[in-house]
């Protein structure tokens, strides 16, 4: 069955970076794409941006634009997000989710909480 | 961006309550739209694409309509593990959007 396993909490100081993974089974991330999605404290969901296995396209919001990079590894069959520069309001819980062609994100992964503070 | 508004923001409802939630669009997003529940301390969990057609293995008191920029999310008939907050998401245009969310919970 799919399944999506991310890695574990992590504290950062502000300006640090932070690379969060995901790693699937049941299916192949070559055959598909992902998005990252974060929800900070108390908030709603809040889309980082996507990347697609099929061809590397990416596409990320404008709030992290130039800081972040998502790639796949497919030998693991791992997802990874990198977020740079990090500040106090990037804290939240960041998901990866299975999401074909940056539309529906249909499995998730359990999250990650990211805290930064100094 | 596409704003997506939800109402209302929590509601209270009885075992066996029909209980509806609206998502509104900023604009209009055709049936592009997908509904979340999500548990505490839980990632969302996808019940509902393209506006009406229930995910795999979702209970079909679940349900959904609508299109262009008015939608609906109903459960016809409220149990006790509905208790969780549900989001709208359009997929029409990134950067995907959510609404602010609806909290059920059980009077």
């Known amino acids: 069955q799919v399944q999506l396993v991310q890695s574990g909490a992590e504290v950062k100081k502000p300006g640090a970076s932070v690379k969060v993974s995901c790693k699937a089974s049941g299916f192949s991330f070559t055959n598909y794409g992902t998005s990252w999605v974060r929800q900070a404290p108390g908030q709603g969901p809040e889309w980082v941006g996507w990347?697609?296995?099929?061809?590397?396209?990416?596409n990320y919001a404008q709030k992290v634009q130039g800081r972040v990079t998502m790639t796949i590894d497919t030998s693991t069959n791992t997802a990874y997000m990198e977020l740079r520069s990090l500040r106090s309001d990037d804290t939240a819980v960041y998901y990866c989710a299975r999401d074909e062609v940056g539309a529906t994100l249909d499995y998730w992964g359990q999250g990650t909480l990211v805290t930064v503070s100094s | 961006d596409i704003q997506m508004t939800q109402s209302p923001s929590s509601l209270s409802a009885s075992v066996g309550d029909r209980v509806t939630i609206t998502c509104q669009a900023s604009?209009?997003?055709?049936?592009?739209l997908n509904w979340y529940q999500q548990k505490p301390g839980k990632a969302p969990k996808l019940l509902i694409y393209?506006?009406?057609n229930l995910g795999t293995g979702v209970p079909l008191r679940f349900s959904g309509r609508g299109s262009g920029t008015d939608f609906t999310f109903t459960i016809s008939n409220l149990q006790p593990e509905d208790i969780a907050t549900y989001y709208c998401q359009q997929y029409d245009n990134l950067p995907l959007t959510f609404g602010g969310g609806t909290k059920v919970e059980i009077k």
């Open positions: 604009q209009d997003i055709s049936n592009y």
């Open positions: 393209d506006a009406s």
């Open positions: 990347f697609s296995g099929y061809n590397g396209n990416t």
